[in-house]
């Protein structure tokens, strides 16, 4: 809650207690005890400013302008420690095994617009004996650069990641006390509508940090963001029929006018006060940022092209990698001779490929046999999740592997209007179980939990009101109507570092008072309305009013919880090389956490409600017993719950009605299938291993 809205809320408080306290001593009346009570509303009022002043005070102990560079510097050292550790385990999955990794080289890019300055060329530093000694290491390149900005392109499986990856772990293992975190941030799902720095914020908080602190980090420019997809925001070329363009390479054309990536390079070239000192690192694919216009480019930036593979080289690595084994040496001796292969080995995605398919078995020589790229391709790719299951012992057929990644990627290419998405989030998942079908399941159990909440208070009394049951039943249909319209997206997460913490504390200390302050103001509304009816004789709208006030002061109090940031507490707080919704305990634990507060925050704006209404001589309380206040409150608490969070609940329904399109661990298949190669973690979301692999799985059903 915001310092504005906390003395508002204040200030209407007192102006009513006192208003109300003012009406009652004119109109006489009263004996002691009557004057005492009038009394006390009033100081509980100012009571409430005195305890909204002591909390400012205690916010003073927060960091201040002066000093919120020290915080942020503290804050930085911690989220650098936890990004190392999660960039180490990504660089692992991307590489293998391999003890001899390959040097990727790149070369500075004479074609664009405003560009910086720096070395001409560049490397990323491998293990094997072709490492060169000249270039400057991709981290030593880009502090060399005249601008903090960096812009890297390559081919189709150059190895972009890979080096965005090694980027990430060389600056923050030489990192100094001043220099930014780097926080590799993917591009494709940005909502432009969404200022970058809000984005920015929300990727350093997904990072394993509090939304305070990874504010003073981005405010303080602690904060290296490392853009990668932003040739995946855009759809590619189609011809006239709407069928896509593809180019000689099998791929699709770019467009030129790419509306969603020149939005984006706009924002980043007018981002901050000093555009050429906003550090940033951008990756794109080569054909994609050339298509695009030259002077809508990155403005202030260096930028570089990683170039192909030495033929050489790659016939020395894969003599280091299989030195002892007869099968590779006759591979090396051939490829001299195989044009199409060499071609597509000099990208480190396909010799990845071709090393995890041959790895244990089979005769790499067999792939001279395919004159086409097309062919030689699509064998690999057929063979490289057979060979991904034999290195890595697991409960899963290849065949069942393959369905269920099929299934995925067919999800993810028809998920979307605006073209292919390339991120897997697993709480988005759930479509693949049918839309129509998952949505009415999740109807109908999110009623049954809602009639499970309050009937038994319903039918606690011999004889149940009438229209107790009608309201119970009403509040089903609305649960079920609202919940089926639902998207599902990103749940609630709650781990137990973060349940119990200062962030929880605060918390807590923000929802009191609300419940207390929207407690009284319902039940303050509904005097006047019951004096009005009174008036003109509506007796009937006189005895429900009680009902009314308790209903509305805890909808009213629960819809500002919602508003004082629990969401955004325990939503997002994920480690970078975990999907968002794997640890699904965590989501389920996170429904009740909220509920916890749900449920408190109802009590204590029906108490105050209760109370209120008590020094009203036209409202009688006495017509409202009060296990039936209580139904009511419930009713609202439980009506709000149910709707407002239920990602454990959908994910529960969600398997229910799979029927073995996918594993019902699906948590633990996503995790085999990262360690295993299949997937790399962008963000905190999964993905494929290469978006080739993905397009093929889908057009392969």
């Given at each position: 809650?915001?310092r504005?809205l906390?003395w508002?809320?204040t200030?209407?408080v007192?102006?009513g207690?006192?208003g ?8 006489g009346g ?5 004057t005492?009570s ?6 509980a009022a ?9 909390w400012?005070?205690?916010?003073k ?6 000093d919120?560079?020290?915080?942020a510097r503290?804050a930085?050292?911690?989220?650098a ?5 999660a ?7 991307l ?6 990794q390959?040097t ?18 560049g ?6 004996p072709?490492?060169?000694a000249?270039?400057p ?15 890297v ?6 190895g972009?990641?890979v080096l965005?990856?090694?980027?990430v772990r060389d ?7 001043d220099?930014?975190?780097?926080v ?12 970058f720095?809000?984005l920015?914020?929300?990727?350093v908080?997904r990072?394993?940090t ?7 980090m ?7 963001p490392?853009?990668?997809g932003?040739?995946?925001m ?9 069928n896509?363009?593809?180019g000689?390479d ?8 790419a ?7 706009n924002?980043?070239s007018?981002?901050g006060?000093?555009?050429?000192e906003?550090p940033l690192v951008?990756?794109?694919r080569t054909?994609?940022?050339?298509a695009l216009?030259?002077l ?23 003599s ?6 007869e099968?590779?040496q006759?591979?090396?001796l ?5 044009e199409?292969?060499?071609e597509?080995?000099?990208t ?6 071709v090393?995890a398919?041959?790895?244990r078995?089979?005769d790499p020589?067999?792939?001279f ?8 391709k ?9 060979a991904v299951?034999?290195?890595r ?7 069942r592997?393959?369905g269920?990644?099929t ?13 292919e998405?390339v991120d897997i989030h ?6 693949i ?10 109807a109908v ?5 809602y ?12 004889r149940?009101e009438?229209?107790?049951i ?10 079920a ?5 639902q998207?599902?997206?990103?749940p609630m997460?709650?781990?137990?570092g973060r349940?119990?913490?200062?962030t929880t504390?605060?918390?807590?200390i ?5 419940g207390?302050?929207?407690?009284g103001?319902g039940a ?18 006189v005895s ?6 308790m ?8 819809l ?14 994920y480690?970078?090389d975990?999907?968002?919704?794997v640890r699904w305990?965590?989501?389920l ?6 509920g916890?507060?749900?449920f ?6 029906m108490a105050?409600a209760?109370w209120t209404l008590?020094?009203?001589d036209?409202i009688?309380?006495?017509?409202m ?5 209580l139904?009511i ?8 719950w149910?709707v407002?969070?239920g990602?454990g609940r959908r994910?529960?329904?969600?398997l ?8 019902y661990?699906?948590?633990r298949f996503?995790?085999?299938s ?6 790399r ?7 494929f ?6 397009q093929?799985?889908?057009q392969?059903?």
């Amino acid at each position: 809650m915001t310092r504005a809205l906390r003395w508002l809320i204040t200030g209407l408080v007192i102006a009513g207690a006192a208003g109300w306290a003012l009406i009652q001593l004119l109109r006489g009346g009263q004996n002691a005890s009557d004057t005492s009570s009038i009394v006390s509303m009033v100081f509980a009022a100012v009571g409430l400013a005195v305890a909204v002043a002591g909390w400012e005070a205690a916010l003073k102990g927060l960091p201040q302008p002066e000093d919120a560079l020290q915080f942020a510097r503290s804050a930085a050292e911690t989220l650098a420690k936890k990004i190392l550790a999660a960039e180490r385990k990504q660089f692992r999955a991307l590489v293998g095994r391999d003890e001899a990794q390959l040097t990727l080289t790149f070369t500075r890019r004479p074609r664009d617009e405003l560009p910086g300055t720096g070395p001409e060329r560049g490397q990323v530093e491998g293990s094997g004996p072709v490492a060169e000694a000249g270039p400057p290491g991709v981290a030593a390149y880009y502090r060399a650069c005249s601008k903090p900005r960096l812009v890297v392109t390559g081919a189709p499986g150059a190895g972009k990641t890979v080096l965005s990856v090694k980027l990430v772990r060389d600056l923050i293992e030489k990192r100094g006390p001043d220099d930014p975190v780097p926080v590799r941030v993917p591009l494709a799902e940005w909502d432009l509508k969404v200022p970058f720095e809000k984005l920015l914020i929300g990727y350093v908080i997904r990072a394993g940090t509090s939304e305070e602190r990874a504010e003073w980090m981005v405010n303080n420019g602690l904060i290296l963001p490392v853009l990668d997809g932003l040739d995946e925001m855009d759809p590619g070329r189609t011809g006239t029929d709407g069928n896509p363009l593809y180019g000689p390479d099998g791929q699709q054309l770019p467009h030129p006018e790419a509306p969603r990536a020149l939005a984006a390079l706009n924002m980043l070239s007018n981002h901050g006060d000093t555009v050429s000192e906003f550090p940033l690192v951008l990756l794109c694919r080569t054909a994609h940022y050339d298509a695009l216009p030259r002077l809508k480019r990155l403005e202030h930036a260096v930028g570089v092209d990683i170039d192909p593979l030495d033929q050489e080289h790659v016939a020395a690595h894969l003599s280091k990698v299989f030195k002892d084994e007869e099968r590779w040496q006759r591979f090396v001796l051939g490829l001299p001779a195989a044009e199409v292969l060499r071609e597509i080995l000099a990208t480190p995605w396909w010799l990845f490929l071709v090393k995890a398919v041959y790895h244990r078995r089979g005769d790499p020589s067999e792939l001279f046999a395919h004159s086409t790229a097309p062919a030689l391709k699509d064998h690999l790719l057929s063979l490289f999740i057979p060979a991904v299951v034999d290195l890595r012992p697991s409960p899963y057929h290849a065949e069942r592997v393959q369905g269920w990644l099929t299934m995925i990627a067919c999800h993810l290419r028809d998920g979307l209007p605006a073209g292919e998405s390339v991120d897997i989030h697993q709480p988005r998942l759930w479509p693949i179980a049918g839309v129509d079908r998952v949505r009415h399941t999740d109807a109908v159990a999110a009623a049954l939990v809602y009639l499970a909440l309050v009937l038994p208070l319903v039918l606690l009394r011999e004889r149940p009101e009438s229209w107790l049951i009608a309201t119970a039943g009403l509040g089903a249909l609305l649960v079920a109507w609202d919940v089926s319209r639902q998207g599902g997206d990103f749940p609630m997460c709650a781990p137990w570092g973060r349940v119990f913490s200062t962030t929880t504390l605060n918390l807590v200390i923000d929802i009191v008072p609300v419940g207390l302050v929207f407690g009284g103001l319902g039940a303050l509304a509904a005097i006047p309305v019951g004096w009005l009816a009174n008036a003109l004789s509506l007796d009937s709208i006189v005895s429900v009013l009680p009902a009314l006030a308790m209903l509305w002061s805890v909808l009213l109090g629960l819809l500002l919880v919602r508003g004082v940031g629990i969401t955004h507490t325990f939503t997002g707080t994920y480690p970078p090389d975990v999907n968002t919704a794997v640890r699904w305990r965590h989501v389920l634990r996170g429904d009740l956490l909220y509920g916890c507060f749900t449920f408190l925050v109802a009590g204590l704006s029906m108490a105050v409600a209760w109370w209120t209404l008590s020094f009203s001589d036209v409202i009688a309380l006495s017509s409202m017993p009060a296990l039936d206040a209580l139904t009511i409150g419930l009713i609202g608490a439980a009506l709000r719950w149910v709707v407002d969070f239920g990602g454990g609940r959908r994910y529960l329904v969600f398997l229910l009605c799979l029927r073995g399109r996918l594993p019902y661990r699906l948590g633990r298949f996503l995790r085999w299938s990262h360690k295993g190669g299949l997937l790399r973690t962008s963000g905190g979301a999964y993905q494929f291993r290469h978006r080739e692999f993905q397009q093929w799985l889908a057009q392969h059903i």
